[in-house]
């Protein structure tokens, strides 16, 4: 059979959560037959709608508060009493009767402005699960069987059409349509996803063909290897893949039930409107009857016509009482505190879309945060730039610092002017902008927002970098530098990234002399060990002896501390032709990055946002704790809640930190007592985990704020008292 539904461990029985696997060598198009079964069995590839209440459903829920609720009887009662008072009217005078109902309209006209303004807030809200579903892709290159029995692939095919067993093909700057599993790597040995909407991890992940099925059925998203997850972002290579999971079955449709079924918790002020509301009531309740039972010896007073008459009198007082007792101006008072609270916050450029999130805000104890995008920028970017350089007597490590946190390509390279290209154009500098602009498949892109890349963050650092070095005049294009190369050099051959030798590179031609040379960049460990020399500042070559080796070692292990994302930029001039016969079997290719000439190092980071460290400075000094709650690695987790002075610059930093798997496995008072003090981080978590800490937070007598950017932190913030996002998903 073409197809074969393989159930995992966990889904042995769950006919509507198929594990499609499909041999590689047998894999085919769907026919129009097969397509149908699967639609009618699995349903398309879209996010279920959520179960939206009507405007009447909203209405009446307004009604669901302790406090309304009295203040309904309280109406009810004295529209009937006025009601009596008006018959009385009637039958001894002509007059008018209206001011009998004056009290009991007024106190539901309050009611119904506050339930109006209540279901007005309620609809502006309702858009999470729109805002996720907008992030499917619409479009997907599709395999499919036509009539005479011929696969042909269909481009610009109806991503909501796709079921499982579908191959699709997925190429840079796609966005991927379905969960789907590798079968190919084509064209290029490297895949790379950003995952970071939905995992938090800042860094592309490479991605494999399928050769393990127990990769397949791995439990967590980092572990799955080879697996592409709808709506992430191929940033390198090309693939074919098989759909394995649509719509809700999918990753970001677990996401989407997350959000569906989290408890949304009441506000403080509405948990204490609720038991003033309780207490009022029976405080009322108790002086009404105290007051009605006293009175019932004057029930046969002369002055009442008959006993009923006297009940009906004190039943009036003792409700009068209970009115006069209760503020019935208080919903309004509330309502409009809170819109000027709204108001003073949308002076500092805050939206509030729930009035009571305004007082909740300043009840906040503990911030639940996400790194990727919401600390940092999400942005990678070059911070450091090491060359070798000498004085009168010796070559040493000179490390230039350099401006920026985002793509932007303006900023200062420290110890690097304009001049240092004309000055030095054989130089180290130049060389490392050479290698940024030619090892480098990412577009920088100009947006009204700023500036994005499509492509591999790293490279999109780099090619950053390349434009801050270029010497280029304020007016010029911001990738002017990148022209300039291209018109300078023929990029004729690439040496793809493989895992054994942890480098890439090109080879490229002078278009005005014929010259060649071999562009590198590489993890510094395994790069540096096929360097044979070293270029410096100046143009001048030497030989990396051992001494100079243990410096280059030294400076990267600096750097990594940091922790930096370090790259070894080198270069080769090489004979015209001479590795063309070579460069067809990959297992050459380390042989050709041999006898290298190392130019420099750069180290790169996700840095943090601007006021980033202000802010938390404040929530010190309010004595609000921060927990970081990330998808990221250990290290880089650590790194900058030390950076941010979320935890301390010392050995103990890693007692508060958690890796959210292993946190789980504690027992449930030993992750409430971790809860319970101090700032903490949690890393390699999953959006799940990020939900659960929010609603362990709450048990424990917490109020949280979340905030964070990406899909992954969607359900944490529909869970939280106060969710703030950067997009507006929540």
């Not at 393989?6 to 769950?14: E, F, I, L």
């Not at 044979?532 to 750097?559: C, F, N, P, Q, W």
Request: aromatic fraction near 6%.
């Amino acid at each position: 059979m073409h197809l074969n539904d393989v159930p995992s461990k966990n889904d042995a029985n769950d006919t509507t959560n198929p594990k499609v696997f499909i041999d590689p060598s047998s894999k085919r198009g769907l026919t129009k037959d097969e397509v149908q079964q699967k639609l009618e069995q699995y349903g398309k590839n879209v996010l279920d709608p959520p179960a939206q209440k009507t405007w009447i459903e909203l209405w009446i829920a307004q009604f669901d508060d302790r406090l309304v609720q009295i203040l309904l009887v309280v109406a009810t009662i004295s529209a009937i009493s006025s009601f009596t008072e008006a018959i009385d009217s009637l039958e001894s005078s002509d007059g008018s009767i209206l001011h009998f109902f004056v009290e009991p309209f007024i106190i539901l006209l309050i009611l119904m402005i506050n339930a109006a303004v209540g279901v007005w807030q309620q609809l502006s809200a309702i858009n999470s699960i729109n805002a996720l579903k907008q992030m499917q892709p619409k479009i997907a290159t599709v395999l499919r069987r036509d009539d005479n029995g011929v696969d042909n692939w269909i481009a610009q095919f109806d991503a909501s059409q796709l079921v499982p067993g579908d191959v699709i093909k997925v190429k840079v700057g796609d966005s991927v349509p379905a969960d789907a599993y590798v079968t190919d790597l084509l064209s290029s040995a490297m895949l790379t996803i950003d995952e970071s909407a939905l995992t938090g991890e800042s860094e592309s992940v490479s991605k494999e063909a399928l050769n393990d099925r127990d990769d397949y059925e791995s439990s967590t998203v980092v572990e799955q290897t080879s697996i592409l997850f709808a709506s992430t972002l191929i940033t390198k290579g090309n693939a074919e893949a098989v759909v394995s999971k649509t719509g809700a079955r999918s990753a970001i449709g677990k996401i989407q039930e997350g959000v569906m079924t989290a408890e949304i918790p009441q506000t403080p002020l509405n948990t204490k409107l609720d038991k003033f509301g309780d207490d009022l009531a029976l405080l009322i309740a108790g002086i009404c009857a105290a007051v009605w039972l006293i009175s019932i010896p004057r029930f046969d007073d002369p002055s009442f016509k008959s006993v009923f008459d006297g009940g009906v009198y004190y039943t009036k007082v003792a409700v009068s009482l209970g009115v006069a007792a209760i503020p019935e101006g208080l919903p309004a008072v509330i309502t409009l505190v809170l819109a000027l609270g709204t108001r003073r916050l949308a002076e500092k450029n805050v939206i509030v879309r729930n009035l009571p999130s305004v007082e909740t805000l300043g009840c906040v104890s503990i911030i639940a945060t996400d790194k990727t995008g919401t600390l940092t920028t999400n942005q990678m970017t070059v911070v450091a730039m090491v060359t070798l350089d000498r004085n009168e007597t010796d070559i040493f490590m000179h490390e230039h610092f350099i401006e920026g946190e985002t793509y932007e390509p303006v900023g200062k390279v420290e110890g690097i002017h304009k001049e240092e290209l004309a000055s030095y154009a054989t130089g180290a500098v130049a060389d490392i902008m050479a290698v940024s602009l030619g090892c480098n498949d990412a577009q920088l892109v100009k947006t009204s927002d700023g500036f994005s890349i499509i492509g591999e963050p790293t490279e999109g650092a780099l090619l950053t970098l390349a434009e801050k070095l270029s010497a280029k005049s304020e007016e010029a294009l911001f990738d002017e530098g990148k022209q300039i190369w291209h018109q300078e050099w023929e990029r004729y051959a690439t040496l793809d990234f493989d895992r054994s030798r942890k480098s890439m590179s090109i080879l490229c031609r002078d278009r005005n002399t014929g010259a060649e040379r071999l562009l590198v960049k590489g993890a510094p460990n395994f790069l540096l060990e096929r360097c044979t020399h070293a270029k410096l500042r100046d143009g001048t070559i030497v030989e990396i002896t051992s001494e100079l080796r243990k410096e280059y070692l030294s400076i990267i292990k600096d750097l990594s501390s940091r922790p930096l994302r370090c790259l070894l930029l080198a270069i080769k001039e090489v004979e015209s032709g001479s590795s063309m016969d070579e460069l067809h079997n990959s297992e050459t290719f380390e042989r050709i990055e041999s006898s290298l000439t190392a130019c420099g190092i750069v180290g790169m980071v996700d840095p943090p946002r601007s006021g980033t460290f202000e802010s938390i400075n404040l929530c010190k000094q309010a004595g609000i704790r921060i927990a970081v709650i990330t998808g990221d690695a250990e290290d880089t987790a650590i790194a900058i809640a030390q950076k941010l002075q979320i935890l301390p610059v010392d050995r103990h930093a890693s007692l508060k930190a958690f890796e959210g798997k292993q946190f789980f496995l504690k027992s449930e008072l030993e992750q409430k007592s971790i809860l319970k003090y101090g700032n903490l981080v949690f890393y390699r978590t999953e959006p799940n985990d990020k939900k659960k800490i929010v609603k362990m937070l709450q048990s424990i007598g917490e109020i949280p704020a979340m905030t964070g950017d990406g899909v992954n932190d969607a359900p944490a913030l529909r869970q939280a008292n106060i969710g703030k996002m950067k997009q507006p998903i929540i």
